[in-house]
């Protein structure tokens, strides 16, 4: 027996959400091969905790940075709504 699948052209494209963050999946992390938080190296164990507590620096460095983003768009918005 086979499933009922929509056939093609019938079904409308989706579009992906909304990126919170910019993608890093093209450009390897600079990262080195010591922890910067416990300075020993990243292979010998798991930095689960060294990730958690890397993660919440990096979040507000992120927060900071796509709000710097967003002024910058909506800068450049108000400056193109009265360029006319």
């Known amino acids: ?49 060294c990730s958690r507590i890397r993660q919440k620096m990096k979040d507000a460095q992120w927060q900071t940075y796509m709000a710097e983003q967003a002024a910058k768009k909506q800068a450049l918005q108000e400056r193109r709504r009265y360029a006319r």
């Not at 992906?16 to 910067?36: E, H, Y």
């Open 1 to 49: 027996m086979q499933v009922n699948q929509p056939q093609g052209g019938g079904a409308e494209p989706t579009t992906p959400p909304a990126r919170i963050r910019p993608p890093l999946a093209g450009s390897r992390l600079d990262m080195s091969s010591i922890c910067d938080i416990c300075h020993t190296a990243r292979s010998t164990r798991k930095h689960a905790k």
